[in-house]
């Protein structure tokens, strides 16, 4: 089984703080995603990547930053975190030439 | 935007009975697929429909897609308890090949 898992269930930060959220699949796929899911406007795309040292941006990279030096591990940086960056954050992984994917468990993100 | 929108946002019924819920989509798509999420954890993907897929099935899951109406639909026959989630379509990014639209979710609330 595909397993994706994420650095922390639940952060609590503050304002200002840098901000780390890891997540590594054990699946070899090429192709990771960060999302963050909001009441009512559903998962948004922040990142994604399709092979090592490679990103793009998705539709909100603003105020985030991301990191993929090796395949299985896919890093979301927030720079200077904000209240408006309190979300569910969720990792996503998939093979290129396939349309599932796996998710991880969510990081549920506080920023006070 | 985009994304999918499920219809209903929320959707209670008794043990036993059938759930359905809808999915309307904008531009034109290769697949179509369905997740579940349970309450604060990561999505699970369920069932995928081609284009020139009408209808598929998978044990207690009936997915039908039309694509002159931009339309989907999920069917959950007898429903249990079990089944109480949050569920999504998800629907392909035209010349991304992997990358997905996520609608804002379904959420059904089975009731023993």
């Known amino acids: 089984d595909v397993k994706v898992t994420q650095s922390s269930r639940y952060l609590v930060k503050r304002t200002g703080e840098k901000v780390f959220l890891e997540c590594v699949q054990d699946?070899?796929?090429?192709?990771m995603f960060w999302y963050r899911q909001d009441p009512g406007l559903g998962l948004r795309l922040i990142y994604f990547?399709?092979?090592?040292?490679?990103?793009e941006k998705g539709d909100i990279p603003e105020g985030y930053s991301v990191s993929r030096e090796k395949k299985e591990r896919f890093s979301l940086i927030l720079e200077s975190a904000s209240t408006n960056q309190t979300s569910m954050y969720l990792c996503?992984?998939?093979?290129?030439?396939?349309?599932?994917?796996?998710f991880g468990p969510g990081t549920r993100l506080t920023v006070l | 935007s985009q994304q999918g929108e499920e219809d209903p946002q929320a959707l209670s019924i008794q043990e036993g009975e059938n759930a359905t819920m809808n999915c309307s989509y904008k531009?034109?798509?290769?697949?179509l697929q369905w997740y579940r999420q349970n309450s604060g954890r990561g999505l699970v993907h369920l069932i995928l429909i081609r284009s020139n897929e009408r209808e598929k099935h998978s044990g207690r899951l009936r997915v039908t897609l039309d694509t002159s109406k931009k339309s989907s639909s999920l069917l959950i026959t007898a429903s249990r308890a079990a089944d109480t989630a949050s569920y999504f379509c998800?629907?392909?990014?035209?010349?991304?090949?992997?990358?997905?639209?996520f609608g804002t979710g379904t959420s059904l609330t089975v009731i023993p």
């Open positions: 990547s399709y092979d090592v040292k490679m990103k």
């Open positions: 998800a629907t392909d990014r035209s010349g991304t090949g992997n990358q997905f639209y």
């Open positions: 531009t034109s798509i290769n697949n």
């Open positions: 996503a992984s998939s093979l290129t030439g396939e349309d599932t994917q796996y």
């Open positions: 699946m070899d796929h090429e192709n």
